[in-house]
T-cell receptor, first 112, second 110 residues
Framework: RKEVEQDPGPFNVPEGATVAFNCTYS??????FFWYRQDCRKEPKLLMS???SGNEDGRFTAQLNRASQYISLLIRDSKLSDSATYLC?????????????FGQGTTLQVKP | NAGVTQTPKFRILKIGQSMTLQCTQD?????MYWYRQDPGMGLKLIYY???????DKGEVPNGYNVSRSTTEDFPLRLELAAPSQTSVYFC?????????FGQGTRLTVV
């Protein structure tokens, strides 16, 4: 089983749609979770951290389910500029930052 | 504010050649990482370091070596380049939560 798994998509949605991405991780001892965004041929950049209580940043909501070892990202009111690849990242160490493992990434294409 | 700097940006190697990918960060971060990304795939961790003098293998370390003699520098060495090492290589550094990435090195082995 892969340490971090995502549905690669692609997800093709119209502007204004709500879309959800899922990610599962294998190591129950993992402590830190993140969503990164990667634009074509660019370096990944942090979108948001994922907290146990769930967290929201504007149109983006991230949630963590430790019991199911599952992370999600919800994007509401999709914009054309949201088109990118979204990468789930898990810190496999008990420390705050250690072995950061990336999922395969989920590609989102928002169409007019 | 340079952040994470990788050199070179592009390189073509012949099979069997060796090279070093350079990575420098000026943020005094303890953690540094090397990833490779093949087309349409996520990032695979090659090696990482939690501080000067300490390195650990990641998911795909075979064919690579690293060193961390200073906090700032984390070079990645390819000793005998193979076509399977054709990829985009990203270096990153982190202190607590957010990892900052360099712009990548596109390596082709022919």
């Amino acid at each position: 089983r892969k340490e971090v798994e995502q549905d690669p998509g692609p997800f093709n949605v119209p502007e204004g749609a709500t879309v959800a991405f899922n990610c599962t991780y294998s190591n129950s001892a993992s402590q830190s979770f993140f969503w990164y965004r990667q634009d074509c041929r660019k370096e990944p950049k942090l979108l948001m951290s994922v907290y146990s209580s769930g967290n929201e940043d504007g149109r983006f909501t991230a949630q963590l389910n430790r019991a199911s070892q599952y992370i999600s990202l919800l994007i509401r009111d999709s914009k054309l500029s949201d088109s990118a690849t979204y990468l789930c990242v898990v810190n496999m160490h008990s420390s705050n930052t250690g072995k950061l493992i990336f999922g395969q990434g989920t590609t989102l294409q928002v169409k007019p | 504010n340079a952040g994470v700097t990788q050199t070179p940006k592009f390189r073509i190697l012949k099979i069997g050649q060796s090279m070093t990918l350079q990575c420098t960060q000026d943020m005094n971060h303890n953690y540094m990482y090397w990833y490779r990304q093949d087309p349409g795939m996520g990032l695979k961790l090659i090696y990482y370091s939690v501080g000067a003098g300490i390195t650990d293998k990641g998911e795909v370390p075979n064919g690579y070596n690293v060193s961390r003699s200073t906090t700032e520098d984390f070079p990645l060495r390819l000793e005998l380049a193979a076509p399977s090492q054709t990829s985009v290589y990203f270096c990153a550094s982190a202190m607590n939560t957010e990892a900052f990435f360099g712009q990548g090195t596109r390596l082709t082995v022919v």
